[in-house]
């Protein structure tokens, strides 16, 4: 009888596929996705009545009209907000940019994309978003936190963030200004809807554990369905169970979890690249150069395939 390869011990089947892929490194399988998270753009409803609007814009050139209709009779018009503070949240966002726009950064071997005309356009579709007031110059400090304050507070019409801001911006003791104003969607993209980078939570096992098999028992244990939906209830995290997403207990807690699977089966992982620390350091030093206006689009990424492709070769 041959030895069982370890990823046999584990539900992959009942995973979301896209999440599999986070812990998985030239089809070799290192981490057990526990739980899992992808953004969503979060509007206010009441602005998209006044923009005449029937749902959530699914493009940038969609959401940018919407911002600019109300501009006409409001003096502070209300905008875009997202994390593009330099730190990993902008290696996350410009990830998302780039695979919103057809393209990636590194491919499946590894080899990097930063200079391609989809990568380009990506980050050139946020900058744009500054050079015309959609996106307020605050944005270039927002981590998570700042930029759900700022939409919370009714400083922003749009917001792209994890899931947790549902619960805080639909409170009711008075500290959310769009309480009962909320809707979920896809991040925006440019032929359609984009793709959000996956966040969350792997499972893996050391390599110098003594109870190597007692560790898959529980890892298999942790991503079990019923296992999932309970700590799911109970913390708020997207699980990475495919089955939960259609669990009704859920459905009631999360409305707006639909929306979430859907961004969570179309997202995409950061790069999986050796040298990661400084993979991500240059792709937030081009990006964050590029969106604060000290760098042109085609020059920033034409330096950063320079620097992964230095990385990428050791």
Partial sequence: MGRRAPQDGFPLDELIPSTVVTGTYFDKLYGVPFTTNAQSLFSRTD???KAGLDGPPETFEEMYAAIETPQEDDPEPLGFGSQYSKYEGLTVQTS?????????????????????????????????GFDKG??????????????????????????????????????EDG??????????SLVPGFDGPGSTTLGGLNLAISAFAKNKGTAVDFIAFMVDAAQQKDWGLATS????????????????????????????????????VVNYGDVTQAIQE?????????????????????????????
């Fill in 96 to 128: 998302s940019l780039v695979a919103s726009a057809g393209g990636e950064l590194f491919d499946d071997q590894g080899e990097p994309h930063a200079d391609s005309s989809e990568a380009i356009m990506g980050l050139q579709a946020v900058r744009d």
């Fill in 175 to 184: 500290s959310s200004k769009v309480n009962g104003k909320m809707v979920a």
């Fill in 47 to 49: 602005l998209l009545e």
């Fill in 237 to 272: 995290q997207a699980p990475a169970n495919a089955g939960v997403y259609e669990d009704q207990e859920m459905l009631d807690a999360f409305p707006f979890l639909p929306q979430l699977k859907e961004a969570i089966d179309q997202g995409s992982d950061r790069p999986a």
């Fill in 286 to 314: 081009a990006a964050y150069g590029r969106l604060s206006g000290e760098t042109e689009a085609e020059a920033a990424m034409t330096r950063l395939q320079t620097r992964l492709g230095e990385l990428a070769e050791g």
């Fill in 134 to 171: 959609y996106i307020p110059q605050e944005a270039l400090t927002y981590k998570e936190e700042e930029s759900r304050q700022a939409y919370q507070d009714g400083r922003l019409a749009f917001l792209q963030n994890w899931p947790y801001v549902w619960a805080l911006g639909q409170a």
